[in-house]
């Protein structure tokens, strides 16, 4: 059983499209992240939810949405793509502990988009 | 505010070699600190941690030692092999950011036969 999962695998799209990612663990953790891994491998955290609420939004286009329907599932919506959205997006999560600058994250495998 | 520098790559080495990638932060408080490593194809998964000033994590046959004197945690590892050869990444956390991770830029490492 995959711990973090993510769906697509590959995405590609036009310019201007909407699309949507989905990542849901089966940990029990409390904590789900979304990272931005850009082409040269640097990775920039994006959006947090501790037990569905939203606690991290780093400065990201509003044309991203995060959506966390229960503690297991975090998708991400991008609307109006463009083309400096292609990346590879991970999905991460974690137990919150103390002091949960402590936590080890669990990543998912990664979804490559690429916007045409 | 938070940030991780790690040693430009990419580092090419010979299996049996002797491994450094080093690493210093800058954080306010006392942080933790990663190292994680990404296959080729794969998400990146949990090398060591250290948690408290001089704190040694090992796993693998890597260790890295939280130096909080001079602000580094350098992973090394005594003889690499082929199947070592990935993508390497410090990362810190600092102790109320709910496990948000701060990374350094990665580093590739390719090990030859």
């Known amino acids: 059983d995959t711990a973090v999962s993510q769906t697509p695998k590959y995405l590609v799209t036009q310019m201007g499209n909407d699309k949507s990612i989905k990542c849901e663990q089966n940990?029990?953790?409390?904590?789900m992240y979304w990272y931005k891994q850009d082409s040269k491998k640097f990775l920039k955290i994006m959006f947090s939810?501790?037990?569905?609420?939203?606690?991290i939004n780093e400065t990201v286009p509003n044309r991203f949405s995060p959506k966390s329907p229960d503690k297991a599932h975090l998708n991400l919506h991008i609307n109006s793509l463009e083309l400096g959205d292609s990346a590879v997006y991970f999905c991460?999560?974690?137990?919150?502990?103390?002091?949960?600058?402590?936590?080890?994250?669990?990543f998912g495998a990664g979804s490559r988009l690429t916007v045409l | 505010g938070n940030s991780v520098t790690q040693m430009e790559g990419p580092v090419t080495l010979s299996e049996e070699a002797f491994l450094t990638i080093n690493c210093t932060y800058t954080?306010?408080?006392?942080?933790?600190l990663f190292w994680y490593v990404q296959y080729p194809g794969e998400g990146l998964q949990l090398l060591l941690k250290?948690?408290?000033?001089?704190d040694k994590g090992s796993n693998k046959g890597f260790e890295a030692t939280y130096r909080k004197e001079t602000t580094s945690f350098h992973l090394e590892k005594g003889s690499v092999q082929v199947s070592d050869s990935a993508v390497y990444f410090c990362?810190?956390?600092?102790?109320?950011?709910?496990?948000?991770?701060?990374f350094g830029q990665g580093t590739i490492l390719t090990v030859h036969p």
């Open positions: 991460a999560s974690s137990q919150t502990t103390a002091p949960s600058g402590a936590n080890v994250l669990t």
């Open positions: 939810y501790n037990n569905k609420e939203l606690i």
């Open positions: 250290a948690t408290k000033a001089d």
């Open positions: 990362a810190l956390s600092g102790g109320t950011s709910y496990g948000k991770l701060t």
């Open positions: 954080a306010t408080g006392y942080p933790s």
């Open positions: 940990l029990g953790h409390d904590t």
